[in-house]
């Protein structure tokens, strides 16, 4: 069957390179990329949308004859500490209108990002399983728990066919992250670049599970295309592909840019990645749908310094 999908918030982190690699696959005028941020460029359909206006989403799946949504318009964890009840509205508004309209059937299948901060303190730190205690303290994981738990209830009482993956921090060289804890992980390659320095905002010995954008791409859509019957989390899957701290990371960096340095100013985010884990397990989605990184750190410090000039 023909795809027709329509990405919400796809231009940010990942929307950029997600709008990309599915237009590779499924063809350029398959894939509708929606956004508040109105880009200077575009090379396939855009819509300006607000994820949070039921009726213009409706109306635009409605016109476009879209069947399969991803929706990426999210607060993440630092800027929601700070805006605690816009970065609920906006995490949840969302998702619940998505939710309804699958559960209409409008909406035939739909990806939604979860994230290793749904877990927090009391969760087992090294080796997170699949299923543990799961107690956010960030307004952020708590909007990303609630809403796993919401497209399990939907897939479960209403048949909605939802997925969704716990992502770790993602470092990518196309757009610049949107406000998270693990941003200094993609913000350290630019500055070694310009500058040979660092100074990082989390503590050295920060240690948080980390991915390599064009891994977490291929984990979306082999997730998406795999069949149903092999979807066994209708909440969301652990993620993983390494873990580092600031310091491996500048370390592995100087192998590169020796005269590189570091030096760190740990402000309130490190309060955030305390509260999450340090290496996930993620089992489950080995052998759900035979999941595999392709990235560890040395490639993806060697290819992203390929990458920023
Ligand atoms: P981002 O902040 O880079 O991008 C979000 C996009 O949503 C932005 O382009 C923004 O303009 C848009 N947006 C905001 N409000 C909107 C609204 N009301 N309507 C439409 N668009 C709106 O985020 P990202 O890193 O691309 O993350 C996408 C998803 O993946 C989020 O759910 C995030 O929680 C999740 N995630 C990301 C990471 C990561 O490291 N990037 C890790 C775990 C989970
Ligand atoms: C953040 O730091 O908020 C995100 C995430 C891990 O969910 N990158």
């Known amino acids: 069957m023909e795809k027709r999908i329509l990405i919400l918030g796809a231009g940010g982190q990942?929307?950029?390179?997600?709008?990309?690699?599915?237009?590779?696959?499924?063809?350029?005028?398959?894939v509708i990329a929606s956004d508040l941020k109105v880009p200077e460029h575009t090379e396939g359909p855009?819509?300006?949308?607000?994820?949070?206006?039921?009726?213009?989403?409706?109306?635009t799946i409605e016109d476009g004859k879209v069947d399969q949504v991803y929706l990426l318009a999210a607060m993440l964890s630092a800027t929601a500490e700070k805006l605690p009840r816009k970065g609920w509205d906006l995490n949840m508004d969302s998702l619940f209108i998505c939710l309804e309209l699958a559960k209409e059937g409008l909406i035939r299948k739909l990806y939604w990002p979860s994230s290793?901060?749904?877990f927090g303190p009391t969760t087992p730190k090294m080796g997170t399983p699949q299923h543990t205690i799961a107690e956010?303290?960030?307004v952020y994981g708590i909007s990303k728990f609630a809403g796993e738990r919401w497209c399990a209830w939907y897939h479960h009482n209403h048949g909605v066919d939802v997925r969704s993956l716990r992502y770790p921090g993602l470092i990518s060289y196309t757009a610049p992250p949107g406000g998270g804890t693990t941003d200094y992980a993609v913000d350290i390659f630019h500055q070694a670049r310009k500058k040979g320095h660092y100074t990082s905002f989390l503590r050295s010995d920060t240690l948080l599970p980390m991915m390599y954008m064009p891994d977490a791409i291929r984990a979306t859509m082999e997730l998406m295309e795999a069949p149903a019957e092999q979807i066994k989390q209708r909440g969301s899957y652990n993620l993983a592909a390494f873990s580092f701290s600031p310091e491996s990371l500048a370390q592995e960096i100087k192998k590169h840019l020796p005269?590189?340095?570091?030096?760190?100013?740990p402000d309130?985010?490190?309060?955030?990645?305390?509260?999450?884990p340090q290496v996930?397990?993620?089992?489950?989605?080995?052998s759900d749908w035979h999941w595999a990184h392709r990235y560890d750190l040395e490639a993806m410090v060697a290819d992203m310094l390929a990458h920023i000039k």
């Open 280 to 286: 996930i397990n993620d089992e489950a989605a080995r």
């Open 136 to 138: 956010p303290t960030t």
């Open 259 to 265: 005269d590189f340095t570091i030096d760190y100013a």
């Open 116 to 118: 290793i901060a749904a």
């Open 46 to 59: 855009f819509v300006a949308l607000d994820a949070t206006d039921g009726a213009a989403v409706r109306k």
């Open 268 to 276: 309130f985010r490190q309060a955030i990645a305390d509260s999450w």
């Open 14 to 30: 990942i929307g950029t390179e997600l709008v990309q690699s599915l237009r590779e696959v499924y063809g350029q005028d398959q």
